[in-house]
Every structure is written in structure tokens, then in C-alpha cells.
Nanobody, 120 residues
Framework: QVQLVESGGGLVQAGGSLRLSCAASGNFFRLNTMGWYRQAPGNTRELVAAITSDSNTNYADSAKGRFTISRDNVKNTVYLQMNSLKFEDTAVYYC??????????????WGKGTLVTVSS
């Protein structure tokens, strides 16, 4: 089993910044792609950004130029630096991790989410 613990959410004014962190722990052989998704009230969960184990990144159009995803493979932690926040960035942000078990099975895990509220 793998646990993902997110931190860094909160209330920020439009134009401000926040940094989210997500630490993975537990039983896995390899930690592959990690990412951040978000879900606003009434909306479906959507990808914000993802990063592979060798640091290739992928961003939603809404995040490009404002958000930066990074990871520390020693700490098994992924970060999301969010700058120039907008009201429409308000959502619960979920950490996602894809792992490989020692027997070669691919698994997907989700964190419990952290709330980001941007006031206009």
C-alpha cells in the first residue's frame, strides 16, 4: 500500500502564489509518473500537471506559464509551484502517483486532496 500526503493548500489572493507538496510512502518498487489533478465544485477532476520519473513534464493549458511541477526522487515528493493564481484556480488539488510493485504490477494511488481557495 502507498500513502500520498499533500500539504500547502490554503487561501490566497488573486495574483498570489502557493506551493503544494505531496510525499509518497509505503511499499513500492518504483515510483513512476506523479501528478496533480484538481476538481472544482460541479466540475470533473482534471489534470493540472504531471512529471515522469526522469522529469519530463506535461501541463494543462490553463497551467502553462504559471505553474511548475517538480519532484525529488530521494524524498519521493512532488511539488507544484503555483504563481499568478486566479479565482478559477480554486479547487481541491489531488496528488496522483503511479507505481510499479516488486512483481511488476502497475498501481495508481490518490491523495486525499488539499483545498486551494483564490479570492478575487
Amino acid at each position: 500500500q502507498v500513502q500520498l500526503v499533500e500539504s500547502g493548500g490554503g487561501l490566497v489572493q488573486a495574483g498570489g502564489s502557493l506551493r503544494l507538496s505531496c510525499a509518497a510512502s509505503g511499499n513500492f518498487f518504483r515510483l513512476n509518473t506523479m501528478g496533480w489533478y484538481r476538481q472544482a465544485p460541479g466540475n470533473t477532476r482534471e489534470l493540472v500537471a504531471a512529471i515522469t520519473s526522469d522529469s519530463n513534464t506535461n501541463y494543462a493549458d490553463s497551467a502553462k506559464g504559471r505553474f511548475t511541477i517538480s519532484r525529488d526522487n530521494v524524498k519521493n515528493t512532488v511539488y507544484l509551484q503555483m504563481n499568478s493564481l486566479k479565482f478559477e484556480d480554486t479547487a481541491v488539488y489531488y496528488c496522483n502517483a503511479k507505481t510499479i510493485t516488486s512483481t511488476g504490477f502497475a498501481m495508481v494511488y490518490w491523495g486525499k486532496g488539499t483545498l486551494v481557495t483564490v479570492s478575487s
